[in-house]
């Protein structure tokens, strides 16, 4: 099945095909990511306004909504421009006020005729002591009330996007719902009671009297779809992975022992089980496909190396990816040492490399010569070519997506895929993001890392710290300070890096202080992580550039300033960047004058606990899975209608549903598979009808 089911077209037309949208609504909406008929009926209503007719405001509590039947009175225009234009009505017990603000009077005296009758809707509000009901939602003549919605479906708006608009948009778009086979195990669908999608998605969209109690059925029903269609791709890359023959890497042992006869330090328990786990996936002759996960400084480079090694002991060779250069050396200064211990050749190649150079590289990789590759995307190019690539580690998984992984795969035969990340993740977000592979933890630090300090420093004190800054650097040792932005900002009252930058210069002394952050060209940015590493500069000022990928044992201070626009996870990982040599290092959170409460409870949760997973579980309870899946840094897939926090249950369910469809039809040729694809494509899961024809 290569392109998608007719029966869906009318889904995926514009949405300026609907009533009600026309060119200036349809960029907004696009903006938001509505862009189709299917995306208007999968932007949920957030709520339901009741506007069943009362006799009277009298008794309704401030600021509901309410609906009734008034006699129009006098006309009271507006004393000065753009003042409140005034109407008084009254209901069948009590007067009060319909307020218009920039008002159309000509307009106004048509809509409400004086002493005529009218229905209106709108919230209730006091002003004064007197009841009032401002710019109402609905005026109609009584005859035309019946189309005024008894229940009226609220709907998340962007800018320009009125109720009505959506309203209209969404009427439309149910219209052009088809009747679609049931993708669910009929046993599940029975048990939950869940209605057919068809009549769900019009119980969401249309709430009445009659069908309020079937709603939160209806809505757990269709966050079930959403992430169904994700567990099933994720199924059948796992299901392909393991379709697919391996090649049987046998380790020696040989070379993993001259690594750890080198080491000053003995690995711990969790890099011994995840080292244990790998070598013997990859010993099997089916695909390994592992995700190793592990918190700052929990010793993922060694396990890595040793992965590498399994495949280098085996006669082939092995390719670390990272997303970025300044990763990707970070990791070949990371492994050059243990590579030499073991002998072994090892090289890098990045966007950088160019003419002879690259050449050189290549033809050497092509041969066999250079056993272990550390790159960024460059390695994907075509013409780099291994002789007998194995292993392929991907660092800082997120940023590379399951069909990227498979095209790394593809540079050798039946590669063997081990994925690393540094962000714990809550086990319901990583059950969602990691379904189709098999997990190894580091919950466990090396011996002898220091535990950090860390404090919450208003940014009342600034001054306090650089004195601070001052004496700690006039020691010899060396500090980064954060700042949320790049440049300085009209609309964000933040301090930028590169002003943060030449005042702590004035301060410090120009030569003490560098700058890096992610707009400088790559050579300039190299250039001052360099001077840093080097030691010839004391102060790194940078945006969250080095959250990850930078190594300074010297570095016994972390300033990170308006800590509270950054997320929890980033945060950790920014003070990762320091603690790592012998001496005790600080971090300093510094926060601006109006902090939240849940700004302060996130802060204070990273000053009590080092402990990446307890502070990924606190960001999910606090922010929930909505707003971590919105994040940027995250890579987590973007549900429209689940909530990860909430539907952890629903994730369970569609995992063990998708293996048993998968178990039971592989290809998704049977009725039930038939109608699992028209789920792909309606969820837009491209990659899963790609990763069906590769099966």
Same mark, same amino acid.
């Given at each position: 099945?290569?392109?998608?089911?007719?029966?869906?077209?009318?889904?995926?037309?514009?949405?300026?095909?609907?009533?009600?949208?026309?060119?200036?609504?349809?960029?907004?909406?696009?903006?938001?990511?509505?862009?189709?008929?299917?995306?208007?009926?999968?932007?949920?209503?957030?709520?339901?306004?009741?506007?069943?007719?009362?006799?009277?405001?009298?008794?309704?509590?401030?600021?509901?909504?309410?609906?009734?039947?008034?006699?129009?009175?006098?006309?009271?225009?507006?004393?000065?421009?753009?003042?409140?234009?005034?109407?008084?009505?009254?209901?069948?017990?009590?007067?009060?006020?319909?307020?218009?603000?920039?008002?159309?009077?000509?307009?106004?005296?048509?809509?409400?005729?004086?002493?005529?009758?009218?229905?209106?809707?709108?919230?209730?509000?006091?002003?004064?002591?007197?009841?009032?009901?401002?710019?109402?939602?609905?005026?109609?003549?009584?005859?035309?009330?019946?189309?005024?919605?008894?229940?009226?479906?609220?709907?998340?708006?962007?800018?320009?996007?009125?109720?009505?608009?959506?309203?209209?948009?969404?009427?439309?778009?149910?219209?052009?719902?088809?009747?679609?086979?049931?993708?669910?195990?009929?046993?599940?669908?029975?048990?939950?009671?869940?209605?057919?999608?068809?009549?769900?998605?019009?119980?969401?969209?249309?709430?009445?009297?009659?069908?309020?109690?079937?709603?939160?059925?209806?809505?757990?029903?269709?966050?079930?779809?959403?992430?169904?269609?994700?567990?099933?791709?994720?199924?059948?890359?796992?299901?392909?992975?393991?379709?697919?023959?391996?090649?049987?890497?046998?380790?020696?042992?040989?070379?993993?022992?001259?690594?750890?006869?080198?080491?000053?330090?003995?690995?711990?328990?969790?890099?011994?089980?995840?080292?244990?786990?790998?070598?013997?996936?990859?010993?099997?002759?089916?695909?390994?496909?592992?995700?190793?996960?592990?918190?700052?400084?929990?010793?993922?480079?060694?396990?890595?190396?040793?992965?590498?090694?399994?495949?280098?002991?085996?006669?082939?060779?092995?390719?670390?990816?990272?997303?970025?250069?300044?990763?990707?050396?970070?990791?070949?200064?990371?492994?050059?040492?243990?590579?030499?211990?073991?002998?072994?050749?090892?090289?890098?190649?990045?966007?950088?490399?160019?003419?002879?150079?690259?050449?050189?590289?290549?033809?050497?990789?092509?041969?066999?010569?250079?056993?272990?590759?550390?790159?960024?995307?460059?390695?994907?190019?075509?013409?780099?070519?291994?002789?007998?690539?194995?292993?392929?580690?991907?660092?800082?998984?997120?940023?590379?997506?399951?069909?990227?992984?498979?095209?790394?795969?593809?540079?050798?035969?039946?590669?063997?895929?081990?994925?690393?990340?540094?962000?714990?993740?809550?086990?319901?977000?990583?059950?969602?993001?990691?379904?189709?592979?098999?997990?190894?933890?580091?919950?466990?630090?090396?011996?002898?890392?220091?535990?950090?300090?860390?404090? &919450? *420093?208003? +940014?009342?004190?600034?001054?306090?710290? =650089?004195?601070?800054?001052? @004496? $700690? !650097?006039?020691?010899?040792?060396? /500090?980064?300070?954060?700042?949320?932005?790049?440049?300085?900002?009209?609309?964000?009252?933040?301090?930028?890096?590169?002003?943060?930058?030449?005042?702590?210069?004035?301060?410090?002394?120009?030569?003490?202080?560098?700058?890096?952050?992610?707009?400088?060209?790559?050579?300039?940015?190299?250039?001052?992580?360099?001077?840093?590493?080097?030691?010839?500069?004391?102060? &790194? *000022?940078? +945006?969250?550039?080095?959250?990850?990928? =930078?190594?300074?044992?010297? @570095? $016994? !201070?972390?300033?990170?300033?308006? /800590?509270?626009?950054?997320?929890?996870?980033?945060?950790?990982?920014?003070?990762?960047?320091?603690?790592?040599?012998?001496?005790?290092?600080?971090?300093?959170?510094?926060?601006?004058?109006?902090?939240?409460?849940?700004?302060?409870?996130?802060?204070?949760?990273?000053?009590?606990?080092?402990?990446?997973?307890?502070?990924?579980?606190?960001?999910?309870?606090?922010?929930?899975?909505?707003?971590?899946?919105?994040?940027?840094?995250?890579?987590?897939?973007?549900?429209? !209608?689940?909530?990860?926090?909430?539907?952890?249950?629903?994730?369970?369910?569609?995992?063990?549903?998708?293996?048993?469809?998968?178990?039971?039809?592989?290809?998704?040729?049977?009725?039930?598979?038939?109608?699992?694809?028209?789920?792909?494509?309606?969820?837009?899961?491209?990659?899963?009808?790609?990763?069906?024809?590769?099966?």
């Amino acid at each position: 099945m290569s392109s998608r089911p007719e029966i869906l077209f009318p889904l995926f037309a514009s949405t300026e095909t609907l009533e009600g949208i026309g060119p200036k609504s349809a960029k907004l909406l696009d903006g938001v990511g509505i862009a189709t008929p299917k995306d208007v009926l999968f932007t949920l209503p957030s709520g339901t306004v009741d506007r069943r007719r009362k006799a009277s405001v009298l008794g309704v509590p401030v600021p509901d909504t309410v609906t009734v039947e008034v006699t129009v009175g006098a006309h009271r225009p507006a004393a000065r421009k753009g003042g409140p234009y005034r109407v008084s009505v009254t209901d069948a017990q009590t007067a009060f006020d319909l307020v218009f603000f920039h008002a159309n009077e000509k307009y106004l005296t048509a809509q409400l005729p004086t002493g005529q009758k009218r229905v209106v809707s709108g919230k209730l509000e006091h002003f004064d002591g007197v009841a009032q009901m401002v710019h109402p939602d609905h005026i109609l003549p009584v005859e035309q009330a019946h189309t005024i919605p008894l229940f009226e479906p609220i709907y998340p708006l962007t800018a320009g996007v009125t109720q009505k608009t959506m309203l209209k948009a969404s009427g439309s778009a149910l219209v052009r719902m088809p009747e679609l086979a049931e993708w669910i195990d009929p046993a599940l669908k029975q048990r939950e009671r869940w209605p057919d999608w068809h009549h769900a998605v019009q119980l969401v969209h249309r709430p009445s009297e009659e069908n309020l109690h079937q709603q939160p059925a209806a809505r757990q029903r269709l966050a079930y779809d959403e992430v169904m269609a994700h567990q099933v791709t994720l199924a059948l890359a796992r299901t392909v992975a393991r379709k697919t023959k391996g090649v049987i890497s046998n380790a020696s042992g040989v070379l993993q022992r001259k690594v750890l006869n080198a080491l000053p330090y003995t690995p711990t328990g969790a890099q011994s089980r995840a080292i244990a786990d790998i070598t013997a996936d990859m010993a099997l002759p089916v695909r390994m496909n592992r995700l190793l996960q592990g918190d700052v400084g929990s010793g993922k480079t060694l396990v890595a190396m040793q992965a590498l090694l399994v495949a280098v002991e085996a006669g082939g060779q092995g390719v670390m990816m990272a997303p970025t250069e300044i990763l990707a050396r970070q990791h070949l200064e990371g492994l050059q040492p243990l590579a030499e211990s073991a002998g072994v050749v090892l090289e890098l190649l990045t966007g950088r490399d160019k003419g002879r150079e690259r050449a050189r590289k290549l033809e050497a990789l092509a041969r066999g010569d250079i056993q272990i590759l550390v790159g960024t995307h460059a390695v994907f190019q075509a013409d780099v070519q291994f002789d007998d690539l194995r292993l392929a580690v991907v660092d800082e998984q997120h940023r590379f997506g399951v069909i990227q992984r498979m095209e790394l795969g593809a540079k050798g035969r039946a590669v063997d895929m081990l994925v690393m990340t540094a962000t714990p993740i809550p086990r319901t977000l990583s059950l969602a993001q990691y379904g189709d592979m098999d997990v190894s933890v580091l919950d466990e630090k090396p011996p002898g890392r220091k535990p950090i300090q860390t404090a &919450l *420093v208003s +940014t009342d004190r600034l001054d306090e710290v =650089v004195e601070k800054l001052r @004496a $700690t !650097i006039a020691k010899g040792t060396q /500090a980064y300070w954060v700042c949320p932005l790049v440049e300085e900002s009209e609309v964000v009252d933040m301090t930028a890096a590169e002003e943060r930058f030449k005042r702590l210069r004035a301060q410090l002394g120009d030569d003490r202080v560098g700058l890096v952050h992610g707009q400088m060209p790559p050579a300039d940015k190299d250039a001052a992580m360099a001077r840093f590493v080097a030691g010839e500069t004391s102060v &790194l *000022v940078a +945006t969250s550039v080095i959250e990850v990928g =930078v190594n300074v044992p010297n @570095a $016994t !201070i972390m300033v990170i300033e308006r /800590a509270e626009s950054f997320g929890l996870a980033q945060l950790h990982q920014l003070r990762g960047r320091v603690g790592r040599g012998d001496a005790a290092s600080t971090c300093l959170l510094m926060f601006g004058k109006a902090l939240s409460d849940t700004a302060r409870r996130r802060l204070e949760i990273l000053r009590e606990s080092e402990d990446g997973f307890r502070i990924a579980e606190e960001d999910l309870a606090i922010r929930g899975a909505g707003d971590m899946i919105g994040a940027a840094q995250s890579g987590l897939p973007r549900f429209r !209608i689940a909530d990860l926090e909430r539907d952890a249950g629903l994730m369970k369910l569609a995992q063990s549903d998708a293996r048993k469809l998968l178990g039971d039809d592989p290809s998704l040729e049977t009725a039930r598979g038939q109608a699992a694809r028209t789920l792909l494509w309606l969820m837009e899961q491209d990659k899963a009808i790609r990763l069906i024809s590769v099966g």
